[in-house]
């Protein structure tokens, strides 16, 4: 397959040209996940340092981001190998702590009651019609001099019809009960 630059694109699962190890690890629990990414090589000499094996930072399979690209499976395999043994969340606060880039995959209602999302007040809950209360993303940003608020839930099928028709498209009662008739508008 060719990608929208003309090169030949390639699935590359959680790697990167640009860092190593960079990818999702299996940690303790059932379908548990720790994702991290050395970045730099601060972050590796960090990694390898935490993680109990600073041999590694020196080993030349890994010494080098070059090294550790061309090296990747062999890595993969020894980050996968440290990570079986951890506990995810404990983990990912010892990376963070020493600057790695480190955080854990959740499930939905884990992200629903996530302490930061909730504290922020990302989510939103309205009422629908038909679901009821459902959560929504709210907005992905705040802005001091402009707020935004969710206006509401999902439309309904047809809900809007009318009013987009009479207000914006300017169409006439009898318009749009023939295109209704017709099944053009629902």
């Not at 090589?41 to 061309?70: C, I, N, S, V, Y």
């Amino acid at each position: 397959a060719i990608d929208n630059g003309g090169g030949e694109f390639r699935r590359s699962g959680n790697r990167v040209t640009f860092a190593a190890p960079h990818g999702a690890y299996q940690v303790q629990g059932d379908d548990r996940w720790l994702v991290l990414g050395c970045l730099t090589e601060e972050h590796w000499r960090a990694f390898t340092a935490l993680a109990g094996h600073p041999q590694w930072a020196d080993d030349e399979r890994f010494a080098t981001l070059a090294a550790r690209k061309q090296h990747e499976d062999e890595l993969d395999a020894l980050v996968g190998q440290w990570a079986a043994e951890q506990d995810g969340p404990e983990a990912m606060e010892r990376l963070q702590a020493v600057g790695v880039p480190a955080g854990l995959v959740q499930s939905a209602s884990e992200v629903l009651a996530d302490e930061h999302i909730v504290e922020r007040g990302y989510f939103v809950y309205p009422e629908h019609a038909e679901a009821g209360v459902r959560a929504y993303d709210g907005p992905g940003f705040r802005l001091s001099k402009t707020p935004h608020d969710l206006r509401g839930p999902a439309p309904l099928l047809g809900e809007h019809t009318f009013e987009i028709c009479t207000d914006l498209l300017e169409l006439s009662v009898d318009e749009i009960a023939d295109l209704v008739a017709e099944q053009v508008l629902f």
